[in-house]
């Protein structure tokens, strides 16, 4: 069982930047498939980003070249910095581990999800 703790939420204008973090608990198999994810109000879930557990990462085209997601296999810690925020980045973000299906932003089936933590960008 892992347990996945976010935190790094909070209110931003557009142009600035938000970094979520998401620490990890509980699995003895490390490292693994990690990603973020996110869903608003009457929205279906969107992948943001994904990274393996060798490096490999993907990112949905909206946010490429502003979002980058990390990890220290060490402490069992995910990162997704955002820059460049738009106000349609406006969402609940989560984070999810261990992707038995394979590790990549287009798929959900992600075998644990922490709890939502709350971006908003104002204009």
């Known amino acids: 069982q892992v347990q996945l703790v976010p935190s790094g939420g909070g209110s931003v204008q557009a142009g600035g930047s938000l970094r979520l973090s998401c620490a990890a608990s509980g699995y003895s198999s490390t490292p693994y498939c990690m990603g973020w994810f996110r869903q608003g109000p009457g929205k279906e879930r969107e992948g943001v980003a994904t990274i393996d557990s060798d490096g490999t990462t993907s990112y949905a085209d909206s946010v490429k070249g502003r979002f980058t997601v990390s990890r220290d296999n060490a402490k069992n810690i995910l990162w997704l910095q955002m820059n460049s925020l738009k106000p349609e980045d406006s969402d609940t973000y989560y984070c999810?581990?261990?992707?038995?299906?394979?590790?990549?932003?287009?798929?959900?089936?992600?075998?644990?999800w922490g709890q939502g933590t709350q971006v908003i960008v104002s204009t």
């Open positions: 999810a581990a261990v992707a038995p299906f394979g590790c990549d932003v287009s798929s959900d089936k992600f075998a644990y």
